[in-house]
């Protein structure tokens, strides 16, 4: 019962009425015009980790005229992850992969058509796939290994993009695209690569050489693709890939592909199995080259597994435990998609905050993967955090957010662990790798973040019997 004192009444707290939501703290340091956008320029991570020092789970900020707010930690996630596409939307935002993708394909297309498309990945990463790609993947990294010879020096994140280039063409696409690889596909798909920077996110259409060179490497790989189809049909051929896969779909009202949207299917699926994997396969081998202990570690589980296995395969690879906590926790401290983003399409509350309308919603895996109420000593290369009885990823299904969350969550996310275990096992099984050079910093530069280039290692050919026989 509320009391009376001096004419006023006092109210419980349930009888109180709710109190107004308040916008999310801004953060300090923006500049007229053009917000927290040269500090985000210089080191966008460690402005991004002021913020949430500084404010906790959301914080809002300026770069340009464009108004963010940034999501941190478990429960944020949660949040964000869940908000349906109503309220928070990936299609407004990724509008500039479509020089790339094509008109009528991903982020240019409805929804449900979007659904479809997705659906028709699907066969493409079912286990009887994946017991085929295992085999490629050793054959492919075989290859490269000895075309490298017995030493010599080489530009790590280059040599990881052009061996993934080969396995996630032959392994989502085709063969014929595979053999076309070195005459002419990877210069093309270099091309379109290059076309996903910072710059082309605010103005993608801007007519930079970058992205002059990304719609004829465009119109180039169309070419090619469109070359193979037709010629498949000429002869009939009907090859057990994903290409053919897709030249037989159908989408529910009846209606079979065109070419342009095979292509962009195509194309997407290749991005998503290929650019983030040479990225975190270059991480992933710096790492373990700076942390030599747990490298022996790596060897010596593979000697293990393959003085019983001999050869390669998916089970092979999935006892390489050891290894696949250090690609975790590679993915953990370089996450090659350092910034997932949605538009608020409609006003959105969380924890007594307001975030308008037409705000740009992100959360960013590599502030989130570096808490310190998460993660024991965030900054060290641990992969066995990720071992009972520690287990920090099992803390909250959305602790680790490398590979996103929600309906966006990309489907590759088993194929890339896949390939980078089968990398690292034949490359490390022949050769001793070193580092001469202080360990690079991140290329902010580049959408997906690598590090700066060139990064070279020393290679030579280790003696002693092969672990395969």
């Known amino acids: 019962m509320a009391n009376r004192a001096h004419g006023a009444a006092t109210l419980s707290p349930a009888e109180l009425p709710p109190r107004p939501e308040t916008a999310a703290p801004a953060l300090a340091g923006g500049w007229p015009l053009l917000g927290n956008l040269p500090e985000f320029q210089r080191d966008p991570v460690a402005m991004l980790s002021r913020g949430w020092r500084e404010h906790g789970e959301l914080f809002r900020f300026r770069l340009g005229p464009r108004k963010f707010v940034l999501f941190t930690g478990p429960e944020a996630h949660d949040f964000y992850f869940r908000a349906p596409e109503d309220e928070l939307d990936a299609k407004p935002v990724y509008r500039f992969t479509v020089p790339i993708f094509g008109r009528g394909v991903a982020y240019d297309t409805s929804p449900e058509i979007m659904a479809e498309q997705l659906g ?56 014929e695209v595979r053999d076309r690889v070195d005459t002419g596909f990877a210069e093309a798909y270099h091309g379109l690569q290059n076309g996903i920077n910072t710059l082309g996110f605010f103005l993608p259409r801007l007519p930079t050489a970058a992205h002059r060179n990304r719609d004829r490497a465009r119109r180039k790989v169309a070419e090619l693709f469109g070359g193979i189809m037709a010629a498949r049909r000429r002869s009939g051929a009907d090859p057990d890939d994903f290409m053919q896969t897709l030249m ?29 994997s040479a990225v975190l396969a270059t991480w992933t081998g710096l790492e373990l080259l700076r942390e030599p202990s747990y490298l022996a570690r790596v060897r010596d589980e593979a000697e293990d597994v393959y003085g019983e296995a001999g050869a390669m395969s998916l089970d092979s690879l999935q006892q390489q435990v050891a ?4 690609v975790r926790e590679c993915e953990r401290l370089h996450p090659p998609l350092i910034l997932l983003i949605r538009k608020v399409l409609k006003p959105l509350r969380y924890g007594g905050r307001l975030v308008p309308a037409g705000t740009m919603a992100m959360v960013s895996p590599a502030v989130s993967h570096r808490l310190p109420h998460l993660f024991d000593d965030p900054e060290r290369f641990v992969p066995d955090r990720f071992a009972p009885p520690a287990s920090e990823d099992k803390q909250h299904h959305y602790a680790l957010i490398g590979f996103g969350g929600g309906k966006h969550a990309c489907m590759g996310k088993h194929f890339a662990y896949q390939q980078l275990k089968a990398i690292w096992t034949v490359l490390l099984d022949r050769f001793d790798f070193f580092l001469d050079a202080e360990f690079p910093r991140p290329n902010y530069g580049s959408w997906v973040t690598g590090p700066e280039t060139p990064c070279r290692v020393r290679y030579s050919r280790r003696s002693g019997p092969s672990v395969f026989r």
């Open 120 to 175: 028709f990945l699907f066969p493409a990463l079912r286990e009887a796939a994946m017991r085929k790609f295992a085999l490629i993947m050793f054959d492919e990294t075989k290859r490269f290994a000895d075309a490298l010879g017995a030493e010599g020096e080489i530009d790590l994140p280059h040599a990881m993009n052009e061996l993934t280039v080969k396995i996630a063409s032959r392994c989502l696409i085709g063969q």
């Open 323 to 326: 290894l696949d906590r250090a």
């Open 248 to 276: 037989q779909a159908r989408y529910k009202d009846g209606r079979a592909l065109s070419d342009d949207e095979i292509t962009g299917i195509l194309l997407t699926v290749l991005f998503a199995g290929q650019h983030t």
